[in-house]
Nanobody
Framework: QVQLVESGGGLVQPGGSLSLSCAAS????????MGWYRHAPGKQRELVAT???????NYIDSVKGRFTISRDNAKNTVYLQMNSLKPEDTAVYYC?????????WGQGTQVTVSS
């Protein structure tokens, strides 16, 4: 059974930082491309950052220079370090594992940026 379990969300003031984690089980983690998506109320879900099985990273323009995605294959975990957070970063953040035709999702973790 595949499980992706996110943690680390919460409430933070603008300019603050949060670190999200996603622990995977039931897959050969090192072979999967991993990503973080977010879904804000009234908006479409968007892909925030990805890290390939070879650790190549990509980001949407709005988070470049502020967010960092990384992975630890020994711990089957992918991370998203979020700095200089803005109110527009408020959303539910989801972890995704992708390989070929397989896609697995976590349950999501809420990130709220507000003063």
């Amino acid at each position: 059974q595949v499980q992706l379990v996110e943690s680390g969300g919460g409430l933070v003031q603008p300019g603050g930082s949060l670190s999200l984690s996603c622990a995977a089980s039931g897959i050969i983690f090192s072979r999967y491309h991993m990503g973080w998506y977010r879904h804000a109320p009234g908006k479409q879900r968007e892909l925030v950052a990805t890290i390939s099985s070879g650790s190549t990273t990509n980001y949407i323009d709005s988070v470049k220079g502020r967010f960092t995605i990384s992975r630890d294959n020994a711990k089957n975990t992918v991370y998203l370090q979020m700095n200089s957070l803005k109110p527009e970063d408020t959303a539910v953040y989801y972890c995704n594992a992708h390989k070929l035709s397989w896609d697995f999702w976590g349950q999501g973790t809420q990130v709220t940026v507000s003063s």
